[in-house]
Structure formats: structure tokens, C-alpha cells
């Protein structure tokens, strides 16, 4: 037993006796069905499954280390790509050094496809791949939590009640993250916030960084304990969303109802639909690591926000939707081209983003919309000051 067993992803020598049980889930097999084959599994689940079953066994059968666990997602990963998205564009990568550890802070849109597609730019571009939080009430089933784990992701743990509790717990996920970057060369991937941001707003929660920096010695500046985490603030776009109706509707219970209770599981479904959802043009925008003088977190939280807006790569969904909200062309740069919104160059896409928010019931249709042009309007009302002198 080691200090951070709980919460760590699996080592090589579990990942054959994990994967051996996972293959005897039938929960397993019936969610890679119902995921690849949602109609065909609905009327002939019986037979299909077994197909699922034997295929996962055969693809998993020489699968005994964590990377050729990563190996076989990444099919599937190129696969998803095909599928689901039109283009995947990175940016900034090419100014970090490959083979050093960091602390990814990104924005937070879909639960499982946000470290995805930072994991993926990494894969490819020969850079080492990274250890993914996870709140462990998205663990909700078995199998879910043991693939989570092989594929490098650590617990983090949101079930705790009790101030003390809370607070052991952020301690110790403090703790493991230093140890990750700093003993292990491993680098870190953490969302910028608990939730996803539903409305459309990336903005850091300043508990985040807090959690972070619990771990620092009191005698040591907080700046460089900053630096010795080589945090580097990520901005994650999408030209559509899975799950924007979805999100919608929540926000309209919350805004109409003062509240929202979640289905059982409906993690995991949101879950399945960002996966399998059509997506669009995605973009990963790595931005600079933070290496300001930090006399406070409220100073990194600015930081970091600062950095992800400022490199959010926006799309024609976006400025389309500004558009229609507001009743006013924006004056922003959009696509990873980086060139002005022009509403004549995009009257195809408009129609078909019309469409598309046409299926929106129209009670929250403009929610929807919103979630769209949010990221416009944070684009056009970012703050100004410059951050911290060195």
C-alpha cells in the first residue's frame, strides 16, 4: 500500500486482472451496444452484445500495461474522430517542452471528450500523456471507475460531507498532484471548475486553486510553488455541442423551477452523448505557463482566466448565435485561421445552426442559443488589466 492508492490511476501489473473483470461486466458490453449501435442494439440487444463482448475481448487480448491500454482508446478515439467531428486544430503546443510534466487547467464543456482531446494532442504530437481528475460521482457503476483508472484517470473525491472530511480530501488530491508533476514527471489534467460550464461562461472557481495550493509549505513563496507545478491554462472549443439541449433544458429548470435534480446516471448518459454526439470543428488552444509573482490565488484565477479567453478559438456557431441574441454583427476573429466573422461567409452554416436550434423546445431555446454566444460575449468584454509583474 502506498500513500495515494484510493485516488491513483492503476499500475501496469493491475491493468490484465482489471481488464479480465471488466470483460465479465455484461454492463460493459451492453454500453459499448447501445454507444456504437443505439438502433440496432434497441431490438436486437441479444445479439449484438455477444458480438460487442467477444470483439472488446479480442481487441483487449494482449493488453497488459497501462500503454497499451491507451493504445486500444486511441482506436477508438480515431474512430469517434471520424465520426463525430469535422476538424480537431491545436495550437500552442509548439512552445512547451515535450517530455516535461504540467498541470493542464482547462475549461470545462463535456465531461470525458475535454481531457480526451487534450490527452489526444498530446499523444500525437509525441508528448507524454497525462493523469485525468475525475469526481467519483461520475463512478457511479464498476466498470466505469476500472476503465477511468486504466486510462490514467485519478479519483477525486466530491461524496465527502463533513468540513473536515472536505477538507482531508483536498489535502490529499492537493498532495497527489504535487507528487504527480514534481516526483513522477506525470503531468495533470483538471478542469477549471467542479461542473461543466452549461451556460456558455468558462470561469475559474477560485476552490480549485485553492485545493491546488493546499499542499504548499507555509514557509515557501506561493509563486514558487506556482512554478514548481508549471500550471498552463487550456481553452477547449467546440462548433457544436452533444449535449447543448440538454444543458438547456437544466438551466431553464434551475432559472424557472430554483433547482434541477438529476436523473439516476445521467452523468453517465451525458457522458455517452458527448462521445457520440456530432461535434464539429474542435479546437485545443495550449496557452503559456503561469510564472507571474502570485501574491494571493485570486491573482492566478485571473491569470488563468485571462490566458483561456484570450485563446478561445471561437466558431461560426458562436458568432452566428451572438448574432441572432443580440441583433448585432460582432466585431471578433473566429475560426483556428483567426480571421474577422463575416455573416456572408457563413449563410450555410446559419441555416443549418437554425435548424438545428429549431429542434430546441422553444421554452429554452434561447438558453441554448446562449450557451453559444457566451463565449462572444466574454470575448468582447475581457478584462484588460495586465497580470502581475514578474
Not at 478515439?77 to 512547451?96: H, W
Not at 473525491?157 to 498532484?177: G, M, Q, V
Not at 455541442?241 to 433547482?259: I, N, S
Request: aromatic share 8%; charged share 25%; with cysteine.
Amino acid at each position: 500500500m502506498t500513500q495515494f492508492d484510493d485516488i491513483r490511476p492503476y499500475h501496469d501489473a493491475e491493468v490484465r486482472p482489471t481488464i479480465d473483470r471488466i470483460l465479465a461486466d455484461p454492463e460493459l458490453a451492453d454500453a459499448v451496444a447501445r454507444l456504437r449501435f443505439p438502433k440496432l442494439t434497441q431490438w436486437l440487444g441479444w445479439l449484438i452484445r455477444p458480438l460487442v463482448k467477444k470483439r472488446l475481448s479480442q481487441e483487449l487480448a494482449g493488453v497488459n500495461d497501462v500503454a497499451g491500454f491507451q493504445d486500444v482508446v486511441e482506436r477508438y478515439m480515431s474512430g469517434m474522430l471520424a465520426e463525430a467531428t469535422t476538424a480537431l486544430t491545436i495550437s500552442g503546443l509548439d512552445v512547451l517542452e515535450h517530455h516535461q510534466s504540467y498541470l493542464f487547467i482547462s475549461n470545462h464543456r463535456d465531461i470525458a471528450m475535454d481531457p480526451a482531446f487534450v490527452n489526444w494532442s498530446l499523444y500525437h504530437n509525441d508528448c507524454n500523456t497525462l493523469r485525468i481528475a475525475i469526481g467519483d460521482n461520475l463512478l457511479t457503476k464498476p466498470y466505469v471507475s476500472d476503465l477511468m483508472r486504466l486510462n490514467k484517470s485519478f479519483i477525486v473525491n466530491r461524496s465527502a460531507k463533513a468540513p473536515r472530511e472536505k477538507l482531508k480530501a483536498a489535502k490529499h488530491l492537493s498532495a497527489y498532484i504535487h507528487h504527480s508533476i514534481v516526483n513522477e514527471d506525470s503531468s495533470i489534467w483538471i478542469a477549471q471548475r467542479e461542473g461543466r460550464a452549461k451556460d456558455g461562461f468558462d470561469k475559474t472557481n477560485s476552490a480549485v486553486i485553492g485545493m491546488i495550493t493546499l499542499n504548499k509549505p507555509k514557509t515557501q513563496e506561493l509563486s514558487d510553488y506556482v512554478k514548481e507545478l508549471r500550471i498552463v491554462p487550456v481553452s477547449i472549443s467546440y462548433e457544436l455541442d452533444p449535449c447543448d439541449a440538454a444543458k438547456a433544458r437544466e438551466l431553464y429548470h434551475q432559472r424557472t423551477q430554483g433547482g434541477y435534480q438529476k436523473e439516476e446516471h445521467e452523468d453517465v448518459k451525458s457522458i455517452a452523448m458527448g462521445i457520440a454526439g456530432q461535434k464539429g470543428h474542435v479546437h485545443v488552444a495550449f496557452g503559456r505557463v503561469l510564472d507571474h509573482h502570485y501574491d494571493d490565488t485570486d491573482q492566478i484565477v485571473a491569470d488563468l482566466d485571462q490566458q483561456i479567453i484570450e485563446n478561445y478559438v471561437l466558431h461560426a456557431t458562436n458568432c452566428i448565435a451572438y448574432e441572432i441574441l443580440h441583433g448585432t454583427v460582432p466585431q471578433v476573429n473566429y475560426t483556428d485561421k483567426n480571421i474577422p466573422y463575416d455573416p456572408a461567409a457563413v449563410a450555410e452554416q446559419k441555416a443549418a445552426f437554425v435548424a438545428r436550434m429549431n429542434e430546441i423546445p422553444a421554452e429554452y431555446r434561447d438558453i441554448a442559443m446562449g450557451i453559444y454566444a457566451n463565449p462572444v460575449v466574454s470575448k468582447l468584454t475581457k478584462p484588460t488589466a495586465e497580470p502581475a509583474e514578474c
